[in-house]
């Protein structure tokens, strides 16, 4: 079973970043997936006033598993929303851009306390 977890350290997520291929954004929170040990995923986003903005949300290199990239989208907008911010504007390419507006709109655009999510999408 894989495990969620922020990333406490900015030079533990620039070694993550680097060992997923993403740039190392040092003014973003980040998750991490990992399983008993080895790097699953990543997550970068931030939040500035009331917006969410997600960057980077990526496997390693010769890993492609979509469950982890749901989970993490989800905490990266659970975090957002408890923060009180509810748009997020996606940083993101392809093809994972397109995974998680699917995911948004199919399963992870949910009602909290009676607001919805809403997103933009910006191709880099």
């Not at 980077?56 to 907008?77: H, N, Q, S, T, Y």
Request: hydrophobic fraction near 45%.
């Amino acid at each position: 079973m894989f495990e969620i977890k922020p990333i406490e350290s900015k030079e533990r997520q620039k070694a993550i970043c680097a060992q997923c291929g993403v740039p190392y954004r040092d003014v973003c929170f980040a998750y991490s997936a990992i399983e008993e040990d080895r790097l699953l995923g990543i997550c970068q986003f931030k939040i500035k006033d009331d917006i969410g903005y997600m960057y980077e949300l990526k496997c390693p290199e010769g890993i492609d598993d979509e469950e982890v990239l749901f989970i993490m989208g989800r905490a990266a907008l659970n975090f957002i929303d408890l923060c009180g911010a509810h748009v997020l504007s996606l940083f993101l390419c392809p093809p994972n851009m397109f995974f998680v507006i699917f995911m948004l709109n199919m399963k992870l655009f949910y009602k909290t306390d009676s607001r919805h999510f809403s997103f933009s999408a910006f191709l880099p």
